[in-house]
């Protein structure tokens, strides 16, 4: 995974007054989780979203009372109304324990079906993996090249090494679709070999 530091300050209060004043003065309360006890905390909200509006996940470096841990977002809670980030759970990672993220799945090549005018569905914009941090990778890489209209791209098509992926293995992660334009060109392609094909039978019997 790619890595980011980021900052933090521990929070005096924990109650609901407390996190409505931090969000005022343009900061996000929060709990970092998995250490021999929780920290209360809070992180500017305009440095956090540089981590957190962006296609890739990221192993933080969080320094909050003068320690600094490695760390994955856990859980956040958006404003259901401005989308702004309302609180923030970070999970502390440990060396040896697997943890659960979320990478961005990207395409290698240029499939066979979007040439012919289909059209590539993702279904998985971020796919979940398990494993050890140092083993995750930045992003799952899928090569759509031989890819027809129809192809889909399951989760037991792919191997992300190192890591599991906790998802049923018969889930479709991405496919190539049938647009109304490849369909129309297949209505117009039988439309002109049924034409030849009753131009060559008028001929055969005109003989």
Do not use: W
Not at 31 to 46: A, C, D, K, P, R
Not at 170 to 193: F, K, N, Q, W, Y
């Amino acid at each position: 995974m790619k890595t980011a530091s980021l900052s933090g300050s521990p929070r005096e209060g924990v109650g609901k007054k407390d996190a409505t004043e931090l969000r005022a003065k343009g900061q996000v309360p929060g709990v970092l989780y998995g250490g021999s006890e929780q920290v209360h905390f809070h992180v500017n909200e305009v440095q956090l979203n540089k981590v957190v509006f962006t296609s890739d996940t990221y192993l933080l470096q969080f320094e909050v009372g003068g320690t600094t841990n490695d760390c994955v977002i856990q859980d956040i809670q958006f404003h259901p109304v401005t989308d702004r980030i309302v609180h923030l759970d970070l999970l502390q990672v440990s060396q040896d324990k697997p943890i659960r993220v979320k990478l961005p799945i990207g395409t290698e090549g240029t499939s066979v079906g979007v040439r012919n005018g289909g059209r590539l569905h993702v279904v998985y914009r971020r796919l979940p993996v398990v494993g050890i941090a140092k083993n995750i990778p930045e992003s799952v890489m899928v090569n759509i090249s031989d890819m027809e209209i129809g192809d889909s791209i399951r989760v037991s098509d792919l191997e992300v090494e190192g890591c599991t992926i906790p998802l049923n293995e018969s889930a479709v992660v991405l496919g190539i679709r049938r647009t109304r334009a490849a369909m129309s060109a297949a209505s117009d392609e039988e439309g002109e070999e049924g034409a030849v094909a009753e131009g060559a039978e008028a001929a055969s019997t005109e003989e």
